[in-house]
């Protein structure tokens, strides 16, 4: 199965769209920790009509704070606020959080707080990191690998992966997974297309980080997770081999990741 391993959706039609297309898992993704509950509620929704016999997609949520939000939630979300909301049986990672230079210069150091307390939950979870990084990579890097020598078995993946090569070498590395989005179909990212041609085939997720970033030939709509093939079929084409075998491999990589949502299919 399809598997968009990060969306932002708030009703049950987008996600059966997606399922009727073969998109049959969707990782819901939390922007906030103190918001997650509608998210929690849907794939609680989808969870009983499985058990029910009837037809509904697999999903999951994570826990934590966008860097957008990190100077106002600062000083309400701690370390103990993460490890509390990931105890939810649907939600499987910690995030989405990271730095975002582009539109947050003006609060860095806000930013790298919030992430270093992400990384310490992830670390003592044992949950993946889900990572949001725009043009901060030297920062990250630093404490990704701060973290790393305290949890060496921190896991994560940078979602919506944007970023050079040298950067993918760095992460790659550290042994984290990057996500391919509806970029990847743009005639203007050449250079992130070819960093998905050369980086570990079984690190690699799929994603559509909707109601953004809608891939050809649907940019400039509402981006939804039925779109996600679309971005299976640009790596498939990156990679020259069938889009089956894209579908099979993100699966199988989605749930070597996300060790928690295998257990709860």
Known sequence: MFIDSHCHIEDDETAMRAYAVGVCGMLNAGKDVDEIAAQIEMCAR?????????????????????????????????????????????????????????????????????????????????MPIMIHQREAEADMLAILKEGKKKYPALSGVIHCFTSNQAFAEEVKALGFYISASGIITFKSAQDIAEV??????????????????????????????AYVVKTAEKLAQLREVEVSEIERITEENFFNLYLKAKKNI
């Not at 570990?200 to 981006?223: C, F, H, Q, W």
């Open 196 to 225: 998905f041609k050369q980086y570990p085939m079984s690190k690699i997720l799929i994603e559509t980080d909707s109601p953004y970033l809608a891939p050809v030939p649907y940019r400039g709509k509402i981006n939804e997770p």
């Open 46 to 126: 989808f969870a009983q009509l499985r058990q029910q016999g009837k037809e509904a997609p697999l999903m999951w949520t994570s826990a934590g704070v966008h860097p957008d939000s990190a100077p106002q939630k600062l000083a309400q979300i701690k370390v103990e606020d993460l490890l509390k909301a990931a105890e939810n049986p649907f939600v499987v990672a910690i995030g989405e959080c990271g730095l975002d230079y582009y539109y947050g210069a003006e609060y860095q150091n806000e930013q790298k707080e919030m992430f270093v307390r992400h990384v310490e939950a992830a670390g003592i979870s044992g």
